[in-house]
Nanobody, 125 residues
Framework: QVQLVESGGGLVQAGGSLRLSCAASGSIFSINAMGWYRQAPGKQRELVAA???????KYANSVKGRFTISRDNAKNTVYLQMNSLKPEDTAVYYCSADLYTLVAVKKGEDPVDYWGQGTQVTVSS
């Protein structure tokens, strides 16, 4: 069983900052890429930022220069530092992890994407 638990969401004024955390736990063998997605009301879920196990990153154009993704491989945790927040950043933020479970490795199976439950970020104008 694998769990991803997010924390750090909340209400902030425009121009403010928040830091999201997501810790993966359970029967994990290794984690490949980890990422943050968001979904605003009435919109599709979109990629915000992603980071590989080696530290390579990519960002949505809308957050470049304002958000920073990082990870602590020893803790199986990914972070999203969000600065200069805008009202349009308001959404539910989900973390994801592409990972091998112990069972999958034993069976020679492919890695699977796991998702957190989401954390609300609200930016007021």
């Amino acid at each position: 069983q694998v769990q991803l638990v997010e924390s750090g969401g909340g209400l902030v004024q425009a121009g403010g900052s928040l830091r999201l955390s997501c810790a993966a736990s359970g029967s994990i063998f290794s984690i490949n890429a980890m990422g943050w997605y968001r979904q605003a009301p009435g919109k599709q879920r979109e990629l915000v930022a992603a980071i590989t196990s080696g530290g390579s990153t990519k960002y949505a154009n809308s957050v470049k220069g304002r958000f920073t993704i990082s990870r602590d491989n020893a803790k199986n945790t990914v972070y999203l530092q969000m600065n200069s927040l805008k009202p349009e950043d308001t959404a539910v933020y989900y973390c994801s992890a592409d990972l091998y479970t112990l069972v999958a490795v034993k069976k020679g199976e492919d890695p699977v994407d796991y998702w957190g439950q989401g954390t609300q970020v609200t930016v007021s104008s």
